[in-house]
């Protein structure tokens, strides 16, 4: 039987990570709210698909998982907006409510009808159902964080929850979100070139 040893106390700092080891990870760098948001999602789907491996019901950690989700949402639609702003020339940079995730959608959904002539009207009926429903249950994203409010109040009732029916209902709106941001992404793209053109042609000209 092998020995107890004691734990021992080390000097390791949390981030020191060999750039060579296999498992050592680059974060951070240029900015993509998209790249965050599909983090988000990734983690939640991985842990569902946990709990369906093992077999098991974990309270604890499906709270975790809906914040996760519900934060994959609110950062789609600042990623989704910031787009749409470079689009129709609206004030530039990152200027949000802090976390409600009905308004940032309904001020994209106006600027997107602007955009596109109210088109797919049938799918963002859907995805506005499905935002709206998330709010109800988080609508400051403080719900799914703390058992209790500022005031020491309970924030979330009892609520039967099955988490690979949210996981499946999120890949719903997962793939509205990708046909608004990959078709957002594709005009964005055409207008920075033509700008580009635009300023070489100006340069040339003096």
Not at 92 to 119: I, S
Not at 175 to 186: K, S, T, V
Request: with cysteine; charged share 25%; aromatic share 10%.
């Amino acid at each position: 039987m092998p020995r107890y040893q004691e734990p021992q106390i080390t000097s390791r700092k949390l981030l020191d990570a060999d750039p060579a080891h296999p498992e050592t990870l680059t974060l951070g760098g240029a900015p993509s709210w998209y790249r965050y948001a599909d983090g988000y999602k990734s983690a939640a789907d991985l842990l569902v698909s946990r709990l369906s491996q093992r077999g098991i019901v974990a309270e604890g950690v499906c709270l975790p998982i809906l914040f996760l989700y519900r934060h994959y949402v609110e950062l789609s639609l600042k990623a989704i907006l910031l787009d749409l702003n470079e689009l129709i020339d609206a004030i530039p940079g990152v200027q949000f409510e802090r976390h409600p995730l009905l308004p940032l959608w309904n001020r994209l959904r106006q600027r997107l009808d602007v955009y596109t002539g109210k088109n797919g009207t049938d799918w963002l009926d859907r995805a506005h159902g499905l935002i709206s429903e998330l709010e109800g249950l988080d609508p400051t994203s403080f719900t799914f964080r703390y058992p209790v409010d500022k005031q020491g109040q309970v924030v979330l009732a009892e609520v039967s929850v099955n988490m690979h029916h949210v996981r499946d209902v999120m890949r719903e709106l997962e793939m509205i979100f990708d046909g608004i941001a990959g078709y957002l992404g594709e005009h964005v793209q055409i207008s920075r070139e033509l700008e580009r053109e635009w300023r070489s042609e100006a340069s040339y000209s003096y």
